[in-house]
């Protein structure tokens, strides 16, 4: 299954580059994403997991655009749809090579869909599903509950499924690289 899925992204214009580890993984990102490049981090429980939400947020190493766009500033949503480097994670992932992002306020859908430079999602291999509808299954069964936990703990309120992109396939070449980690991340 994880080969068929990695066939199958390659043949949608993804670039693919499958990790047994979660250091391995969080290795292949940094070699991805230059340092001193601006860099968006996308919400994303995996790379919280990772610690590469800290490392280019926080390191001094990137320039982050996150901090900005929580300032208020009309900079910010700009620069958030548009950086050099987007890095975050998919919901779901099918076989069949469609990329899967759910959200509730829809901020990372422009710099996934067209602003970013280049995209990365770290996607652990436990989001695979076999086509359009279980991906939509599991992120409505398996996905939102555990969203809106998180949510809730973190911020005090619920979330919602409100805006959902699909990407079937990147035209521009080299322009969004799947890492896939061969572990549990994520939900």
Do not use: W
Request: hydrophobic share 40%; net charge negative.
């Amino acid at each position: 299954m994880i080969q068929d899925t990695i066939t199958n992204l390659q043949s949608h214009g993804f670039d693919v580059t499958l990790a047994a580890t979660n250091e391995e993984a969080t290795k292949k990102v940094y070699e991805l994403i230059p340092e001193g490049s601006q860099v968006m981090t996308m919400s994303s429980v995996t790379l919280n997991t990772l610690g590469i939400t800290d490392e280019i947020n926080k390191s001094g190493k990137y320039q982050a655009v996150r901090d900005i766009l929580y300032t208020g500033e009309p900079e910010g949503k700009h620069l958030a749809s548009l950086p050099d480097y987007a890095i975050g994670s998919v919901n779901a992932l099918t076989e069949t090579g469609e990329l899967l992002i759910a959200s509730a306020s829809g901020s990372q859908i422009p710099a996934y869909a067209f602003g970013g430079k280049k995209v990365v999602f770290v996607v652990s291999t436990q989001k695979i599903v076999a086509d359009l509808s279980a991906a939509l299954k599991r992120i409505n069964e398996v996905v939102v509950p555990q969203e809106d936990t998180r949510a809730l703990a973190a911020y005090g309120k619920h979330t919602s499924l409100n805006k959902m992109l699909i990407i079937y396939h990147e035209p521009t070449p080299s322009r969004i690289h799947v890492v896939l980690v061969d572990q549990p991340l994520g939900f």
